[in-house]
C-alpha cells in the first residue's frame, strides 16, 4: 500500500475539509437537534396522549424516536468498518463519503412528506436514512484529518471544523427561523408547511456545499491496486486494525473511556429538544431560539478546550469536560421552568464542542503511525454509534417504561462517570 502525495497543512485543503462540516451540520442541528424533533413530537400527539401505534406496537412518541435514532446507528456500526477498510484498500474515501452524504441529503428532502401520524412509517424511515448517511459519511470525513495537516496542528484543524460547522448550521437555522416566525405574514395557513421546507432547505444545503469538499480532496488517502476478493481484504484490514489496537495500552483505556462518555453527550444532544418540548412544552420558535445559542456557545467552547489542551493537556481537559457533563445531567433532572432549561443549555454548549473536537484529535495523536487510517478510525466511530445506539434504546426504554424522559436522565450521570474512570486511567498510562 502506498500513501497519495498530500501536502499537509494545505490551507485549500482544510478549508475544502472543514466545509464539509458546514455542509453536514445543517442535519445535525435542523433535524436531530432543533426542528424535526419539536415537529415530530407535535405531529404525533392525539390530544394529551403523546404515545403512537407503529407497527403494532404502543409507544411512546419520544421512545420511538430516540429507539429509530439508535437503530439507525446501529446499522452505521455493522456496515462502516467494512465499507472503511475496502475504501483504504482501494484509496477511494471520497466516492464513499459522497455515497452517504447524497444518500443523507435525499432522506432530509423526503422528510417533505411526513406530514403527520398517518405518515409515521415514512417519517421514521427519512429519519433513520438521513442518519445513516450523516453518520456513515463522518466515517470518512474523520480519516482525512491526519492525513492532511500534521500532528501539532490536528487539534486547532479539528477545532476549524467544529466551528464552522457550527456557524454553517446555525446560519441555516435562522432562515429557517425568519420564515416560521413570520408564518402569518407569509399567508402560510397549514402549520407544517414551513418546518417542511426547513428540511428540504436542510438537504439541499448539505448536497450544495459538500460539492466544494468533494473537489478539493484528493480521491483517497491511500492507494493499492485491488486484488483478488474485496470483501476478504476488507476483513483482513479489519483484523489487522484490532490487533494493533489490542496491542496499544493508551487505545485500549481511551476507547472505552470515549465509548461511555460518548453516550452520555450524544444521548443528551438528539434528545434535548424533545426533552424541552415534552416536559416543559416549550414552543418550537423558543427551542430554535435556544439552540441557536447553544451552537454559539459551542464555537467557543470547541476552542476554549482546544487552548485548556495546549496548556493542560488532552487528557486533564477530557477529564474536565465530562466532569462538567455530569454536573449538567445532575442539573437537568430537576428543571421546571423554560429558564431553568435556557441555563441548562448554556453549559451543554460550552462543553459540547470541546469534548468532541478534543476527542476526534486525542484519537488522531494515539493511533500508532500508520497506512490505514480509515480502518482506525471505523474503529472510534464504531465506538461512537455503538455507544450512540445503546444510549439511545436506554433512554428510550426508561421514557416508555416510566412514561418520564426525566427517569432516563439517570442512566447519563452513571454513564459520563464510568468514561471518568477510564480516563483517570488512561492519563496514569501516559504519565
Known sequence: MSAVTIVKNERRTIHAWAMYDWANSSYALVINSAIFPAYYNTVTRNGDSDRVLFLGFNLENTALYSI??????GIVALVSPLLSSIS????NQRSFMRFFCYLGSAACMGMFLFTGADALLWGIACLMLATIGYSGSIVFYNAYLPAITDEARQDAVSARGYAYGYL????????????????????????????????????????GFAQITFRRLPKGIYAKKPEGRLLL?????LIKVWRRIRGERSLRNFL????????????????AASFGEKEIRLPL???????????????????????????????PALMTAVIIWMAVCVGAYFIRTPWQFFACAFFIGLVMGGIQSLSRSTYAKLIPK??????????YDVCEKVAIMLGLVLFGYLDNLTGSMRHSIVGLVIWFGIGLFF?????????
Open 68 to 73: 429509530a435514532l439508535g437503530a439507525a446507528f
Open 88 to 91: 483504504d484498500y482501494t484509496g
Open 168 to 207: 454553517g448550521a446555525t446560519t441555516l437555522l435562522l432562515l429557517n427561523l425568519a420564515f416560521i416566525l413570520n408564518e402569518k405574514a407569509l399567508g402560510v395557513t397549514d402549520g407544517t408547511l414551513l418546518p417542511r421546507i426547513a428540511f428540504v432547505a436542510t438537504g439541499l444545503w448539505w448536497l
Open 233 to 237: 481484504h476488507g476483513y483482513q484490514e
Open 256 to 271: 472505552p473511556a470515549f465509548f461511555f462518555y460518548i453516550m452520555g453527550v450524544q444521548t443528551v444532544m438528539f434528545m
Open 285 to 315: 420558535a423558543a427551542l430554535i431560539g435556544t439552540v441557536l445559542i447553544l451552537e454559539y456557545v459551542a464555537i467557543g467552547g470547541a476552542y476554549l478546550f482546544a487552548g485548556l489542551s495546549k496548556r493542560f493537556g488532552n487528557i
Open 370 to 379: 500508520t497506512e490505514n487510517n480509515a480502518g482506525f478510525f471505523s474503529f
Open 423 to 431: 480516563l483517570w486511567r488512561l492519563r496514569r498510562v501516559r504519565g
